[in-house]
């Protein structure tokens, strides 16, 4: 069992940067490869970015490349996503999620267990 608590969220202004954290329980923390997914209101959720256990590969959304940055600390369990240059059109509740999977995923259904969420708004 792994619990996942995001924070972090808030609101900025086009242009602007913010940093996610999501704090772990349970001591297998390092098995698991994390995610950050996202949701718009009337939207699907939208995948953002993954690391591997060892933090070896990562992966990120198309239009993410280049201005996301995704970390993780396994003696301390966090994953943290560094977010520059944000857009209005990235506000949304963003998801720290677990899988259990061997490779990262881009795929939510590749997850096992997900946060509550944190709000990020971007005004323009």
């Known amino acids: 069992q792994v619990q996942l608590v995001e924070s972090g969220g808030g609101l900025v202004q086009a242009g602007d940067s913010l940093r996610l954290s999501c704090a772990a329980s349970?001591?297998?923390?390092?098995?698991?490869?994390m995610g950050w997914f996202r949701q718009a209101p009337g939207k699907e959720r939208e995948f953002v970015a993954a690391?591997?256990?060892?933090?070896?590969?990562?992966d990120y959304g198309d239009s993410m490349k280049g201005r996301f940055t995704i970390s993780r600390d396994n003696a301390r369990n966090t994953v943290t996503l560094q977010m520059n240059d944000l857009r209005p059109e990235e506000t949304a509740v963003y998801y720290c999620a677990a899988g259990s999977g061997r490779y990262v995923s881009r795929s939510h259904s590749e997850y096992n267990y997900w946060g509550q969420g944190t709000q990020v708004t971007v005004s323009s």
């Open positions: 690391i591997s256990w060892s933090g070896g590969n990562t």
């Open positions: 349970g001591r297998t923390f390092s098995r698991y490869t």
